[in-house]
């Protein structure tokens, strides 16, 4: 594998973590603010989705890649 595509893999990698970062700091607000137990419980948002549960609401779910 050469230096350019390590750098590309390293910059898609670092993406995909801060998405993912970011989606459960969002998820957990509920939980830590006690509105909620679990983040799939909170019914405005689309944790439980990720989670593959059923929602009422209709989500788009982003990729991490």
Known sequence: MGTESISVLTVV???ALRKSERSGYIH?????????VM???YY???ARNYAGLE????V???SLF
Request: no cysteine.
């Open 55 to 58: 929602n009422d609401l209709e």
């Open 13 to 15: 990698l670092r993406n």
């Open 44 to 46: 405005f948002s689309s």
């Open 28 to 36: 957990l607000n509920p939980v830590k603010d006690q509105i909620v």
């Open 60 to 62: 788009i779910l982003l």
């Open 39 to 41: 983040p799939e419980d």
